[in-house]
């Protein structure tokens, strides 16, 4: 309780039969902390915080988790095709919503897809109704009949909604 690891922190091979408690834990998600702390050691943390019913400080080192896997991915240059969607699928989850943790992030790329959208289609920047275009339920006439472009909107809105909501019910649940 109340520990602080300012050069991290290695449960890797740590053998934990009982509950850990990591409550007021400082400065493992600090910049010189998290590169001496490994995934699973994040892992470890996350399920024992989740064990106690922390649920949102085990989002955090959920997010910490993530975050190590994707510098582990996506660092490896041995069988490179393979790990190319990977390590794309956590660099757009980092940047859409910090692995689900911020849903201020995933609101302003929802309103930016609008505002884009929008400007792509009307060539004004700020375009009164550009609100349309943040919303899934836009019909396809509202795009001028440019398929690809509502095909694509709508497939970003609807990772961005998503995104959104697993933030918000990360920040709420019980």
């Not at 834990?25 to 024992?48: A, G, N």
């Not at 505002?115 to 396809?140: A, G, P, R």
């Not at 440019?146 to 909501?165: A, E, S, T």
Request: proline share 1%.
């Amino acid at each position: 309780r109340k520990a602080t690891f300012r050069k991290g922190l290695n449960l890797e091979y740590a053998n934990i039969e009982k509950e850990m408690n990591f409550f007021g834990v400082k400065e493992l998600d600090k910049k010189p902390s998290v590169k001496l702390t490994s995934q699973e050691t994040y892992r470890t943390v996350k399920y024992q915080l989740q064990k106690v019913g922390n649920i949102i400080e085990s989002n955090k080192y959920h997010a910490l988790e993530l975050q190590k896997k994707k510098e582990s991915i996506c660092k490896c240059s041995c069988e490179f095709i393979k790990i190319i969607p990977d390590c794309l699928t956590l660099s757009i989850h980092k940047v859409s919503s910090n692995y689900s943790t911020n849903w201020v992030w995933a609101l302003g790329w929802i309103l930016a897809v609008g505002v884009l959208t929008s400007y792509i289609l009307t060539d004004k920047l700020f375009y009164n109704e550009f609100y349309k275009y943040s919303s899934l339920l836009s019909s396809l006439d509202d795009f001028y009949c440019v398929y690809w472009l509502f095909m694509l909107n709508k497939i970003i809105l609807g990772y961005l909604y998503y995104q959104f909501v697993t933030a918000v019910r990360k920040d709420t649940r019980k």
